[in-house]
């Protein structure tokens, strides 16, 4: 697809030994991400957002990914900007915000402060409880792209379809994830939608219901819909990203 460019920078200046990992939402792209990318490597920070297996393609080829499949992409991707650099802070939209979640659980080694946008943990919905057998049945259902309040350009990269298999294994592993919160000790920051179709505001609560860290910080966006990113409250929270990725990096 064209635009699906996963961004890479490698920093300058004083804040060259900061990372920052932005990892995109389900059946998206780096697009999604791209223009708090190209903020924060404006500051200097060397910045990596990658693309997704499966993603970027067609709907039928993400078909063929798992969730294990992003999470090991986020974790190399994660590693390789931890290199040679004092400090990462990861941010993630929707599912991107449940594997840098993941990410932190797993090797906090890698991990120093979350950006969640609309992170994905929780959802109540019929066709949820249907999945396991519907799976079989539907390759695919309409796709979550492009709720933005918005109008005019850009709109969100992504496919217009979601297929069921895939996507299963992302719900399936949603209560690892939030029994897993617990060890998640870094700061956050958790940005919300006031607008969001596709993921309910429950997902953030459990969140802060069950994460481990004491330094949270709740950023309303009150303007938004899920793709907070590209939407009225965008360069709010680009400013808010920055200042974040600033207090991290300046930690000892």
Request: include cysteine; proline fraction near 6%; hydrophobic fraction near 50%.
């Amino acid at each position: 697809m064209a635009g699906a460019d996963p961004f890479h920078h490698d920093g300058h200046g004083a804040c060259a030994d900061v990372g920052v990992l932005l990892v995109h939402g389900i059946t998206a792209t780096p697009q999604m991400v791209r223009p708090v990318a190209e903020h924060l490597a404006g500051l200097g920070y060397a910045v990596s957002a990658p693309l997704l297996p499966g993603h970027g393609t067609s709907w039928q080829l993400m078909g063929r990914t798992r969730y294990a499949d992003w999470l090991a992409a986020v974790e190399g991707a994660a590693a390789d900007l931890a290199r040679g650099r004092r400090r990462v802070v990861a941010f993630g939209v929707s599912l991107g915000g449940a594997l840098v979640c993941d990410l932190a659980q797993l090797r906090p080694d890698l991990i120093d402060g979350l950006v969640l946008v609309n992170p994905a943990f929780a959802a109540k919905d019929w066709r949820l409880t249907a999945m396991p057998l519907l799976k079989h049945v539907l390759p695919r259902m309409p796709g979550l792209a492009d709720d933005i309040r918005r109008e005019g350009p850009p709109r969100e990269l992504a496919y217009t379809h979601l297929p069921l298999k895939a996507f299963h294994s992302f719900v399936q592993q949603w209560p690892r994830l939030v029994a897993g919160l617990a060890r998640v000790h870094v700061p956050v920051l958790l940005a919300r939608s006031a607008h969001d179709h596709v993921v309910p505001a429950r997902s953030s609560e459990v969140f802060l219901e069950h994460v481990g860290s004491s330094d949270v910080t709740q950023l309303w966006l009150h303007e938004s819909a899920h793709v907070a990113t590209l939407d009225h409250d965008a360069e709010l929270l680009q400013q808010a990203t920055a200042e974040f990725v600033a207090r991290v990096g300046a930690a000892a």
